[in-house]
């Protein structure tokens, strides 16, 4: 469930700022994981 929300965010917001976005979603999705 958390992968397909990252994945329908991060598709959503690539047209507005890829790297920044991405990263902090990435990092989202990773400490979530960690815990």
Known sequence: MLL???KR???LNIS???KRIN???FY???S???L
């Open 16 to 18: 507005y700022e890829p």
């Open 9 to 11: 965010f991060g598709s």
């Open 23 to 25: 990263n902090f979603l």
């Open 32 to 34: 979530i994981h960690s």
């Open 28 to 30: 989202f999705y990773n």
């Open 4 to 6: 397909s929300l990252y």
